[in-house]
């Protein structure tokens, strides 16, 4: 079965690191978030492509497990230009191109529909609020978003947020979007909103989780080949979704290790430009790195 949708774009993207250039390759967050989440479960994008969009994309995302039935098509894909300098923390944006998601509808494919996990990938948050009301109600939505977003509809932004269960956020994001410097301020006022838990993800250094009343806080893993990061926060996302839908227990102590698998999807999607590492990543990769983690945490 379908399980969980991701929504989010299917984007070419070309962007320029300290390690490389790429024009044009298959990028957008429901990409890296549905190939991550298909280490752990069956997960189906909800998006918009163009028809200059390459059929080998699509392809390779069917080989990865990925449904695709909810992949729309309209004139010209989403596209994004970028480039990170030597903190590759952070990505500049040169341009942003909507395209056809300007005019996307979302329609859901009677095989999602008995889906239980959603994940509401870095999206316009309005298409994100229409797929929260389309959708039966799921057992989590976990959703996540970006300073695009955060610039350009705040207001809309909470309230999808005061829908979603499980808010992902980076710290700058959480900074912008709560208009403070303290990160525990932050995930306060994001706790206040209808959500359940937060999680503030830290670029290299981890991501740190909050419910009501417990904290968590996971490292990041020590790569010292990093070429590309794009996407690691929708493979986070994606992973981390994939899962609570594998495992069904989005008990606080579950939570923690679906943000341990998401920080290790996360950590191979650096390797490489564009989804080049995923591609390759195999389940004992996975389970190396997840001991490796657990040895990390004692002392
Ligand atoms: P991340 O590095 O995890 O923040 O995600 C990078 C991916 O997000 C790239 O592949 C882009 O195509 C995509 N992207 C960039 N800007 C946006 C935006 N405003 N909304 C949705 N996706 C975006």
Same mark, same amino acid.
């Given at each position: 079965?379908?399980?969980?949708?991701?929504?989010?774009?299917?984007?070419?993207?070309?962007?320029?690191?300290?390690?490389? /250039? #790429?024009?044009?390759?298959?990028?957008?967050?429901?990409?890296?978030?549905?190939?991550?989440?298909?280490?752990?479960? +069956? !997960?189906?994008?909800?998006?918009?492509?163009?028809?200059?969009? !390459?059929?080998?994309?699509?392809?390779?995302?069917?080989? +990865?497990?990925? %449904?695709?039935?909810?992949?729309?098509?309209?004139?010209?894909?989403?596209?994004?230009?970028?480039?990170?300098?030597?903190?590759? %923390?952070?990505?500049?944006?040169?341009?942003?191109?909507?395209?056809?998601?300007?005019?996307?509808? #979302?329609?859901?494919?009677?095989?999602?529909?008995?889906?239980?996990?959603?994940?509401?990938?870095?999206?316009?948050?309005?298409?994100?609020?229409?797929?929260?009301?389309?959708?039966?109600?799921?057992?989590?939505?976990?959703?996540?978003?970006?300073?695009?977003?955060?610039?350009?509809?705040?207001?809309?932004?909470?309230?999808?947020?005061?829908?979603?269960?499980?808010?992902?956020?980076?710290?700058?994001?959480?900074?912008?979007?709560?208009?403070? !410097?303290?990160? #525990?301020?932050?995930?306060?006022?994001?706790? +206040?909103?209808?959500?359940?838990?937060?999680?503030?993800?830290?670029?290299?250094?981890?991501?740190?989780?909050?419910?009501?009343?417990?904290?968590?806080?996971?490292?990041?893993?020590?790569?010292?080949?990093?070429?590309?990061?794009?996407?690691?926060?929708?493979?986070?996302?994606?992973?981390?979704?994939?899962?609570?839908?594998?495992?069904?227990?989005?008990?606080?102590?579950?939570?923690?290790?679906?943000?341990? @698998?998401?920080?290790?999807?996360?950590?191979?999607?650096?390797?490489?430009?564009? #989804?080049?590492?995923? /591609?390759?990543? %195999?389940?004992?990769?996975?389970?190396?790195? @997840?001991?490796?983690?657990?040895?990390?945490?004692?002392?």
């Amino acid at each position: 079965m379908t399980d969980p949708i991701i929504l989010g774009t299917v984007a070419l993207d070309s962007l320029e690191t300290p390690f490389g /250039k #790429v024009k044009d390759v298959i990028g957008g967050s429901a990409t890296y978030a549905s190939i991550a989440a298909s280490f752990f479960s +069956k !997960p189906g994008i909800l998006s918009i492509v163009g028809k200059d969009f !390459p059929k080998q994309n699509i392809k390779l995302l069917n080989e +990865k497990g990925v %449904n695709t039935q909810g992949i729309a098509t309209g004139n010209k894909t989403f596209r994004w230009q970028g480039y990170y300098e030597f903190d590759m %923390n952070e990505a500049k944006t040169i341009r942003t191109e909507l395209n056809s998601l300007e005019s996307y509808k #979302v329609e859901i494919p009677e095989d999602y529909k008995n889906a239980k996990y959603i994940f509401l990938a870095n999206i316009d948050p309005e298409l994100q609020l229409d797929v929260i009301k389309t959708i039966k109600k799921p057992e989590l939505i976990v959703m996540d978003t970006m300073n695009f977003w955060i610039e350009h509809k705040k207001e809309q932004l909470l309230k999808t947020i005061d829908k979603a269960d499980l808010l992902i956020l980076n710290d700058s994001e959480a900074r912008q979007l709560f208009d403070t !410097p303290n990160l #525990v301020k932050a995930a306060n006022a994001a706790l +206040k909103l209808h959500t359940h838990a937060v999680i503030i993800k830290k670029g290299e250094h981890g991501a740190l989780l909050f419910t009501d009343n417990k904290h968590f806080n996971a490292p990041g893993y020590p790569l010292e080949n990093i070429k590309d990061p794009t996407g690691c926060g929708d493979s986070f996302g994606g992973a981390l979704t994939g899962y609570l839908a594998k495992t069904q227990d989005i008990s606080e102590a579950n939570l923690r290790k679906a943000v341990v @698998y998401g920080s290790i999807i996360a950590s191979f999607n650096a390797e490489d430009f564009s #989804v080049e590492r995923l /591609k390759s990543v %195999n389940k004992s990769d996975i389970e190396k790195r @997840y001991k490796e983690f657990k040895a990390m945490r004692e002392f």
